[in-house]
């Protein structure tokens, strides 16, 4: 199973040195109650970093995942709120509308041959401009004060008792479970799959290793890069969701600055910029480790703007150390 | 003087000109000289970025980071102007804190050789939360100064000074690009990096000047844009600034691969640009739903230039 596969063991041990160091040195960083914070902070930022790795893979990058989340989430917020309807329709209306923003993203780079960053770029600012004209919360003055109340919604944002389930809360106390957790963990497997185990991940690979390649080869490639958009903007739907049902209530600004956090979780867990490698467990795990960091940080009481530093510190010695790998391979 | 004649300079013109006729047909107002200032003075900052993006573009580079460092800059003209400091220093200042920016974003770019896009677009976060230690998330009125207010706000010869600074960079812009044997070798460095660097052009130093231009170029902004509201705020440069002046420049016909392009052809797109955000503004266009149109409008306009110049290969 190549692609469960770790891709590579420096993360996992710098995840684990930085695990131990905060474990120390941060009064409640080893409480159930934070473990549940970095599973509930982190594991849709996951979803939308396995969908960014797998543009990269295909040699593009997708700017526009902050601005699918709040569309994904507004139009989430606008069926059950405005038009009433039942979770799961709504819910599949938001899934649809995401995956058709990135299937456009796709579009664009393909029949008009725009770069991948230039044509998200764009649609990061339209997709956020139509986040803003379909907003329920603005369009009905009563609704910004109300809270999502269908159970299936309000259901993505809930725990999971592991205790209680097991039948074991009397011996043990364990960190509940956020159900997003147990959506990533679904997720990861079925990319996983798709990308180990069918055509489309081989072709995939063919192409993010060499365009020219694919396309000699008779690939469908203008069809493969519009599905891998496409993926990258469900992604950021399932992530869109998640926050709903976490926040019972959407905003205009969800999700600005996202495509940042996505990019730096996908780029630390080793999809190479220079397409065709990648899998599922490298997003997940730098997702991760970027959370730890964080929460850490902020268990420490360092200042929000010292992260952001950090974050964009981290993104480019991920990639420094990328292209130092890849130099020590070609020695 | 090698002034070659490119396509863009006559399509460009045409473009802006009929949608000028259009926007005026349905509002005569926009068709008067103080409308004609008033877009103008709002694209001077844009412009002004535009004009050192179009040189880093060249090299088949990108800079992401000119809107916190816009915003950087203005915190440290404050800042400067503050502490006792002359209206000068303030300015030097600024405008050292841009080039530093530039010259982190070129050495990491040109020596390291790390993808420009992801390196500014970890720069973007790094200046946007530098700014914010410094200036927190407050805004800082800059008052009792005459002369830094007149950068933004003040008139000569009845055009604003933001308007002039513009003019006069991107007449340096256009010099530096057309007639001198940097702009040449700027440009065949972004046609063919191999041959550049065989024929014994110093690639690094060439490609790390760009970043420092650019830098540069978005300190200046940065000025202009605290004096013009008399505030300096690390929130400046919002996201989508970066957005704007990358558009300017590819919509003035530059390649993002690299290679020869005109500053004076960015010159167009700014005012392309800027004809959209006014038009739309004067139109009474919703702002939620400007957003929308703008974007559309760019990835409009930069796939027919991208399909123009592809069948044209």
């Known amino acids: 199973?190549?692609?469960?596969?770790?891709?590579?063991?420096?993360?996992?041990?710098?995840?684990?040195?930085?695990?131990?160091i905060f474990a120390f040195t941060a009064d409640r960083f080893l409480t159930l109650a934070n473990i549940e914070n970095i599973l509930t902070g982190y594991s849709?930022?996951?979803?939308?970093?396995?969908?960014?790795?797998?543009?990269?893979?295909?040699?593009?990058?997708?700017?526009?995942?902050?601005?699918?989340?709040?569309?994904?989430?507004?139009?989430?917020f606008d069926a059950t709120m405005i038009f009433e309807l039942p979770g799961v329709f709504a819910i599949l209306i938001a899934l649809v509308a995401a995956t058709a923003a990135g299937a456009l993203n796709g579009l664009l780079i393909v029949y008009l041959r725009l770069q991948p960053f230039v044509a998200t770029l764009a649609t990061l600012a339209a997709y956020r401009g139509i986040v803003y004209a379909i907003s329920g919360r603005q369009l009905y003055?009563?609704?910004?004060?109300?809270?999502?109340?269908?159970?299936?919604?309000?259901?993505?944002?809930?725990?999971?008792?592991?205790?209680?389930?097991?039948g074991l809360g009397d011996f043990i106390s364990l960190p509940w479970i956020p159900i997003s957790f147990f959506i990533l963990l679904i997720y990861a497997i079925a990319i996983g799959l798709l990308l180990g185990r069918t055509r489309w991940g081989l072709n995939l690979r063919t192409y993010g290793g060499s365009p020219e390649a694919a396309h000699l080869a008779g690939l469908k490639v203008n069809r493969l890069v519009i599905s891998v958009y496409a993926l990258c903007g469900f992604s950021a739907g399932l992530a869109g969701i998640i926050l709903v049902g976490?926040?019972?209530?959407?905003?205009?600004?969800?999700?600005?600055?996202?495509?940042?956090?996505?990019?730096?979780?996908?780029?630390?867990g080793g999809t190479r910029l220079q397409?065709?490698?990648?899998?599922?467990t490298g997003p997940v795990l730098g997702a991760f480790l970027l959370g730890i960091i964080?929460?850490?940080?902020?268990?420490?009481?360092?200042?929000?703007?010292?992260?952001?530093?950090?974050?964009?510190?981290?993104?480019?010695a991920a990639i420094g150390y990328d292209r130092l790998i890849e130099k020590r391979k070609a020695v | 003087m090698r002034l070659e004649i490119n396509k863009n300079i006559i399509a460009l013109p045409l473009v802006i000109i009929a949608l000028?006729?259009?926007?005026?047909?349905?509002?005569?107002?926009?068709?008067?000289?103080?409308?004609?200032?008033?877009?103008?003075?709002?694209?001077?900052t844009i412009g002004i970025m535009a004009v050192g993006m179009t040189f880093v573009i060249m090299t088949a580079g990108i800079d992401l980071s000119v809107g916190p460092t816009l915003a950087l800059s203005g915190l440290v003209s404050y800042f400067t102007l503050v502490s006792g400091m002359p209206v000068p220093v303030a300015i030097l200042a600024g405008m050292a804190s841009g080039i530093a920016v530039g010259a982190i974003n070129g050495i990491i770019i040109a020596v390291g050789k790390l993808p420009a896009i992801i390196v500014t677009l970890g720069m973007l976060s790094i200046v946007r939360g530098t700014a914010l230690l410094i200036g927190g998330p407050t805004l800082?009125?800059?008052?009792?100064?005459?002369?830094?207010?007149?950068?933004?706000?003040?008139a000569l010869l009845g055009l604003p000074v933001s308007i002039w600074i513009f003019l006069f960079i991107a007449a340096i812009g256009i010099f530096i690009q057309q007639v001198t044997s940097y702009g040449f070798q700027i440009s065949t460095l972004g046609d063919n990096p191999e041959a550049s660097h065989l024929s014994g052009r110093r690639t690094r130093l060439l490609i790390f000047s760009t970043y420092v231009i650019c830098g540069c170029c978005a300190a200046i902004a940065g000025i202009i844009d605290s004096s013009q509201v008399y505030t300096a705020s690390a929130n400046f440069g919002e996201f989508g600034t970066e957005l704007d002046v990358i558009s300017a420049v590819i919509l003035g016909g530059a390649s993002l691969f690299g290679g020869k392009a005109y500053v004076i052809n960015t010159v167009f797109g700014v005012l392309f640009l800027g004809i959209i955000n006014s038009g739309l503004n004067i139109l009474d266009v919703p702002i939620e739903s400007q957003l929308m149109f703008k974007g559309t409008l760019i990835v409009i306009a930069l796939g027919f230039t991208s399909l123009s110049r592809n069948s044209k290969s």
Do not use: C
């Open chain 1, 44 to 76: 849709f930022l996951a979803i939308i970093a396995i969908g960014q790795s797998l543009t990269i893979m295909a040699r593009g990058i997708d700017l526009s995942v902050g601005s699918t989340v709040a569309l994904a989430a507004m139009v989430l």
């Open chain 1, 141 to 166: 003055p009563e609704l910004p004060t109300k809270a999502v109340t269908d159970p299936w919604i309000r259901w993505l944002g809930d725990f999971f008792d592991v205790e209680r389930a097991l």
């Open chain 2, 20 to 44: 000028t006729l259009l926007v005026g047909y349905f509002e005569p107002a926009f068709l008067t000289v103080d409308s004609a200032i008033a877009v103008l003075r709002r694209m001077a």
């Open chain 1, 246 to 268: 976490r926040f019972t209530t959407a905003t205009e600004a969800l999700g600005s600055g996202m495509e940042l956090t996505a990019i730096t979780a996908a780029v630390i």
């Open chain 2, 140 to 154: 800082h009125q800059i008052s009792g100064h005459e002369s830094y207010s007149f950068i933004g706000s003040g």
């Open chain 1, 294 to 316: 964080l929460i850490g940080l902020t268990l420490l009481e360092i200042s929000q703007f010292y992260q952001q530093i950090l974050t964009g510190g981290i993104l480019i």
């Open chain 1, 275 to 280: 397409g065709g490698i990648g899998g599922v």
């Open chain 1, 1 to 20: 199973m190549a692609f469960f596969k770790i891709p590579n063991l420096v993360i996992i041990l710098l995840t684990t040195v930085i695990f131990t």
